[in-house]
């Protein structure tokens, strides 16, 4: 099975609504077909949990080539548009960025996120520039999705995050973006403010004081993206089994609540 780029479309059509589009980012094949036979309808990586997952820290370390290798066998093991986290494209070269994200779109991505980080939003508008003329190309309608770490790394004072995270939403749609992850906002009147400001369909983090998807709905999102946040529960969650074995070798508290080896076998096995 792969991912093809006739999927673009379905996965643009996702961000019109009438429902909430919620991603459950995956780090892996495995994860992505496991997510996907739970009702996944896109399928979006973390960056943060395939970094960890094949030994890196986050945050623009992981190589390429293993990042290309670990999307192609996602695209093999799902039906359902995907999409990548390409963080900043790794590369600061705005011709380079969009050679790296041209490759995961050979391999059956019809979608991106880029990130401004701590740059200049001019710098990620060029890189946008250069993915959207790649992925036409490649005869791929990418849909790039924004983000801005306005309010992740405190940018801004928290009195003009909201202003500022719609000034580099006008430029980055200009340069072609399709969608803005205003990554890091919690707060309705604030969130409403951006989904208001802009045309984009704007994209959320889950946090633990984030709105309930009703509400977020409400305000005006489009999509809301899990983040690294269950690859963070599962690590979190593996490490206590582990050091409890280490420390006990009993084999009792391995099983609750663990997924069969025939039903986790057949999934990765579909007819």
């Known amino acids: 099975m792969t991912a093809r780029p006739d999927t673009a479309p379905t996965f643009r059509a996702l961000h019109q609504?009438?429902?909430?589009?919620?991603l459950p980012n995956v780090w892996d094949a495995g994860s992505a077909r496991l997510f996907e036979s739970l009702?996944?309808?896109?399928?979006?990586?973390?960056?943060?949990?395939?970094?960890?997952?094949?030994?890196?820290?986050?945050?623009?370390?992981?190589?390429?080539?293993?990042?290309?290798?670990t999307v192609r066998t996602i695209a093999r093991a799902i039906r359902v548009p995907l999409t990548v986290?390409?963080?900043?494209?790794?590369?600061?070269?705005?011709?380079?960025?969009?050679?790296n994200v041209a490759r995961l779109l050979s391999e059956g991505a019809v979608g991106c996120n880029l990130e401004d980080g701590s740059g200049p939003p001019e710098l990620l508008a060029a890189k946008i520039e250069?993915?959207?003329q790649a992925g036409a190309r490649l005869g791929v309608d990418v849909f790039v999705n924004a983000r801005?770490?306005?309010?992740?790394?405190?940018?801004?004072?928290?009195?003009?995050?909201?202003?500022?995270?719609?000034?580099r939403a006008?430029?980055?749609?200009?340069?072609g973006a399709d969608g803005l992850f205003a990554a890091g906002v919690t707060d309705a009147a604030e969130i409403q403010a951006i989904t208001r400001g802009t045309s984009l369909p704007v994209n959320v983090l889950a946090r633990q004081d984030?709105?309930?998807?009703?509400?977020l709905q409400r305000l005006g999102v489009r999509r809301l993206s899990a983040g690294s946040a269950i690859p963070e529960a599962i690590w979190g969650r593996a490490g206590a089994l582990a050091s409890a074995f280490l420390r006990e070798g009993h084999?009792?508290?391995?099983?609750?609540?663990?997924?069969?080896?025939?039903?986790l076998n057949a999934l990765m096995n579909p007819k």
């Not at 986290?85 to 050679?99: I, K, Q």
């Not at 801005?148 to 000034?167: F, I």
């Not at 984030?210 to 509400?215: D, M, Q």
């Open 17 to 22: 609504g009438p429902d909430l589009l919620v």
């Open 39 to 69: 009702g996944a309808k896109a399928i979006a990586t973390t960056s943060a949990g395939m970094a960890w997952a094949l030994g890196f820290p986050d945050g623009n370390a992981l190589p390429v080539d293993a990042l290309v290798h």
């Open 85 to 99: 986290d390409a963080e900043a494209g790794y590369s600061d070269d705005p011709a380079t960025a969009a050679e």
């Open 130 to 132: 250069r993915v959207k």
């Open 148 to 167: 801005t770490d306005v309010y992740l790394r405190k940018l801004v004072p928290p009195e003009r995050r909201v202003e500022e995270t719609l000034a």
């Open 170 to 175: 006008a430029r980055y749609q200009q340069a």
């Open 210 to 215: 984030l709105p309930a998807p009703a509400e």
């Open 251 to 263: 084999s009792a508290s391995l099983f609750e609540a663990a997924a069969s080896y025939p039903s």
